[in-house]
């Protein structure tokens, strides 16, 4: 039988367990318990709730995991590709050395120098969406101007597609006319040519 008391997200889950093992006791006496009766429904309660959070805290662990590993794969990785293309300029390279050291790409080759980041901008919930694909790099630095000014004013570094940028007004009700670019990231360092800019007008 389905109990409907049971609450179904697992926080909640905890917060009510915890309390009916704080107040059982409190009733007791009203409800015919005995000690005994009392310290079973308290553990009953204890071991729901170790179990919800032995898996939340697996869950934590998991996730420190991964964002450890994307940190390593993008920073040390980062600085392994720049060491690799130092070795491909060494005049003793050739391309038997690159072959047994698999570092020659079966597709086209990744140029940092030449590498030109794709966006799209789009209106998406009150706020401006970025999408991009990264395509060899470890992210992109956006940024973004007013139209009709000069400078180009760093934003954020975007490491997941789409980036979400939550702009305020400066004068309410008043749309403004924004452009934004990107630049490819490898590691900390910035390379290559700055993608097409896209314009999105916000407050519409």
């Not at 970025?130 to 760093?154: A, E, L, W």
Request: glycine letters at 8%; hydrophobic letters at 40%.
């Amino acid at each position: 039988m389905k109990n409907s008391f049971f609450p179904q997200a697992e926080s909640l889950l905890v917060v009510w367990a915890t309390n009916y093992q704080e107040k059982i006791a409190t009733h007791a006496t009203t409800l015919g318990l005995s000690p005994t009766e009392v310290a079973n429904e308290q553990a009953l309660c204890q071991a729901i709730i170790d179990a919800v959070n032995a898996v939340n805290n697996q869950k934590n662990i998991y996730k420190a995991s991964l964002e450890t590993r994307d940190n390593t794969i993008s920073v040390q990785g980062g600085e392994l590709r720049f060491g690799i293309a130092r070795h491909k300029v060494n005049p003793a390279y050739t391309e038997s050395i690159g072959q047994d050291l698999g570092i020659i790409s079966t597709g086209d080759e990744f140029n940092a120098a030449t590498y030109k980041p794709i966006i799209i901008g789009e209106l998406f919930g009150g706020n401006v969406r970025i999408r991009f694909k990264k395509m060899g790099v470890d992210g992109i630095n956006i940024y973004r101007r007013q139209k009709g000014t000069s400078t180009f004013t760093f934003l954020s570094r975007a490491t997941r597609s789409p980036f979400e940028h939550h702009p305020t007004l400066a004068e309410p009700n008043k749309p403004e006319h924004w452009e934004y670019r990107a630049f490819g990231v490898i590691g900390d360092v910035e390379i290559g040519l700055a993608s097409d800019i896209v314009e999105i007008i916000f407050g519409e």
